[in-house]
């Protein structure tokens, strides 16, 4: 299974690098440019996971195959993202699978430290969408973590039952890919059906209406 791990991870950062290279393909920018919202994208949720944790070296310092891996999701976008008629629903995509693979990657990484089940929650949702927001403010656009589609919702949804499941006993395997099966199936159905979660409504002053 630590094969397994390890390949859903290089698939989490590749997808993740995919949809930040897409996004700087959007802004038209150069190639030093897709490597680098690329790279950020990537790696950013799990650095920041790494921080807080004390995790150091980062992972990608201590492997740093992945900002490889980065480069070559660059150049393939740079060369091909003019063959692709809908970038942003690429993109979107694209990030989905990563949510769903970086939540489950964080949660695991964040309960071998033995922390409470609310920081390994809190620390996969972290993973799966902090590359997504630099991203998105990289590239001026509105984050997906503040759009109203369930979002972060959908990694916590994810990273929760697979502390629930190893609560139960159930084998690492088990809860691993049971995070990324229901966080990819939240994410996917808000995107497909543009399911969110009620807004906040203001009460209006003096219990009267408000004006329309």
Excluded: N
């Excluded at 859903?8 to 700087?24: E, K, P, Q, R, T």
């Excluded at 980062?58 to 993202?81: D, R, S």
């Excluded at 995509?93 to 964040?110: C, K, N, P, Q, R």
């Excluded at 990289?138 to 190893?166: D, F, N």
């Amino acid at each position: 299974m630590d094969t397994l791990f390890a390949a859903l991870d290089l698939a989490g950062v590749f997808v993740f690098a995919i949809s930040g290279a897409l996004a700087a393909s959007r802004k038209q920018l150069d190639i030093f440019g897709f490597h680098f919202i690329a790279t950020v994208t990537a790696i950013g949720g799990g650095t920041l996971r790494d921080v807080l944790l004390g995790r150091t070296p980062v992972f990608w310092v201590e492997h740093p195959h992945f900002i490889w891996l980065t480069g070559v999701a660059a150049l393939v976008v740079y060369f091909l993202a003019p063959a692709v008629q809908s970038r942003e629903k690429l993109l979107i995509w694209a990030d989905a699978i990563g949510l769903a693979i970086f939540a489950a990657g964080g949660t695991i990484v964040t309960q071998q430290t033995g922390a409470p089940p609310g920081v390994v929650i809190l620390m996969g949702a972290v993973s799966a969408t902090f590359g997504g927001l630099i991203r998105d403010i990289v590239c001026r656009e509105m984050p997906l973590l503040l759009r109203k589609e369930i979002y972060i919702t959908a990694a916590a949804a994810g990273s929760a039952l697979m502390v629930v499941l190893e609560q139960l006993g159930q084998p690492v395997e088990v809860g691993y890919l049971a995070c990324v099966v229901v966080t990819f199936v939240i994410r996917g159905l808000a995107i497909r059906y543009s399911l969110s979660l009620p807004a906040y409504r203001p009460r209006p002053a003096g219990g009267g209406t408000v004006g329309t």
